[in-house]
């Protein structure tokens, strides 16, 4: 009986290197291992979603964990994500909302599900700041007084 490839990810160690040979693979950019990166793609996935501790912590308290877990500074972001230092600045300080398309780089990037960054959370937004209960999710209050 011929074995398997590749398994259901049973512990970190396995999770790290499907992990490895998932970004081999993206790198060769060849049609022919499409169907090995789908395979790897939906096993991380899988545990990702399994081993998700972040299901308390909103998006950008994620990104910061995930940059200490990788030892990255702003500056480093500013190269991943191709966006200038202040905007960095913003999303990390919860002035900016992350873009559909920071979330794809950040999910490729650090290998985790996009559903990881891609969940509603509060900004401060200088407009609003008079406002300290408002919620707010990249969207702006209308500030038309009622006459």
């Known amino acids: 009986m011929e074995t ?16 490895e040979i998932l970004e081999d693979l993206i790198s060769k950019d060849d049609a022919k291992f ?8 939906l096993l991380i996935e899988k545990w990702d979603n399994e081993q998700n501790t972040f299901n308390d912590s909103d998006p950008i308290e994620i990104l910061k964990s995930l940059m200490n877990e990788h030892d990255l500074k702003s500056k480093d972001l500013v190269e991943i994500l191709d966006l200038s230092k ?10 900016k909302g992350l873009s559909k398309e ?9 290998k985790v599900s996009q559903e990881a960054f891609n969940r509603p959370y509060r900004l401060i937004n200088e407009v609003n700041r008079q406002f300290r209960n408002a919620s707010l999710m ?5 500030m038309i007084e009622a006459g």
């Not at 202040?86 to 002035?95: A, C, D, E, F, V």
């Open 4 to 19: 398997l490839k590749f398994t259901i990810i049973k512990n970190q160690g396995q999770y790290d290197n499907y992990c």
């Open 102 to 110: 920071t979330i794809r780089i950040l999910s490729n990037y650090f």
């Open 86 to 95: 202040g905007t960095i600045s913003k999303i990390l300080n919860y002035h």
């Open 34 to 41: 499409q169907d090995e990166i789908d395979l790897l793609t």
């Open 138 to 142: 990249n969207t702006r209050k209308n």
